[in-house]
T-cell receptor, first 112, second 114 residues
Framework: EAGVAQSPRYKIIEKRQSVAFWCNPI?????LYWYQQILGQGPKLLIQ????????DSQLPKDRFSAERLKGVDSTLKIQPAKLEDSAVYLCASSFENTEAFFGQGTRLTVV | AQSVTQLDSQVPVFEEAPVELRCNYSSSVSVYLFWYVQYPNQGLQLLLK??????LVESINGFEAEFNKSQTSFHLRKPSVHISDTAEYFC????????????FGKGTTLSVSS
């Protein structure tokens, strides 16, 4: 069974630029999550999708972050414009029945 | 609101010594509990989980955790650690049957030296 795929693995951008991350969940997993993990901290939920609908985006900074999952499969997370404090690892995860989340390897974003 | 507290940010131990990584959660409702491990530059891997049934759960590599509802704890233990166990360990919780996302603790860095 293929795992959660994320790209790119690494990204370096200047502040005020935009960036997008892509995630393809495990086949058949209806729930998809985006987490932000700042160095030295635990992952923090940004947004949770159930199929192509948003379940929870209460911690998503909507003035600069956006996410979509148009066909209920893969998803894109965008940041525009980026700030220095957005430097973090962005983790995508998926689950089948909310009993266990499977994580991708993450995208490490550095904003300079 | 739910929260997870990992009481130790760093735990240094010698190889073959026992270790306990402590985790407490705040929710008063039924929960699912998890321990994830993260190696450098990798994503999170599930180590073990408690959903229901026996309060003692085990992983394939010798770790175990015990769900203690009265103390709202889910401490992770291993009787004898190896160098390869050096990693970051995260405790996580989610609402029972509510479909909410995992809430993570801040993590504990386990450093095993010879």
């Amino acid at each position: 069974e293929a795992g959660v795929a994320q790209s790119p693995r690494y990204k370096i951008i200047e502040k005020r630029q935009s960036v997008a991350f892509w995630c393809n969940p495990i086949s058949g997993h209806a729930t998809l999550y985006w987490y932000q993990q700042i160095l030295g901290q635990g992952p923090k939920l940004l947004i949770q999708f159930q199929n192509n609908g948003v379940v929870d985006d209460s911690q998503l900074p909507k003035d600069r972050f956006s996410a979509e999952r148009l066909k209920g499969v893969d998803s894109t997370l965008k940041i525009q414009p980026a700030k220095l404090e957005d430097s973090a690892v962005y983790l995508c995860a998926s689950s089948f029945e909310n009993t266990e989340a499977f994580f991708g390897q993450g995208t490490r974003l550095t904003v300079v | 609101a739910q929260s997870v507290t990992q009481l130790d940010s760093q735990v240094p131990v010698f190889e073959e010594a026992p270790v306990e990584l402590r985790c407490n959660y705040s929710s008063s409702v039924s929960v699912y509990l998890f321990w994830y491990v993260q190696y450098p530059n990798q994503g999170l891997q599930l180590l073990l989980k408690y959903l229901s049934g026996s309060t003692l759960v085990e992983s394939i590599n010798g770790f175990e955790a015990e769900f203690n509802k009265s103390q709202t704890s889910f401490h992770l233990r291993k009787p004898s650690v190896h160098i390869s166990d050096t990693a970051e360990y995260f405790c996580a919780v989610t609402y029972y049957q509510a479909g909410t996302a995992l809430i993570f603790g801040k993590g504990t860095t386990l450093s095993v030296s010879s």
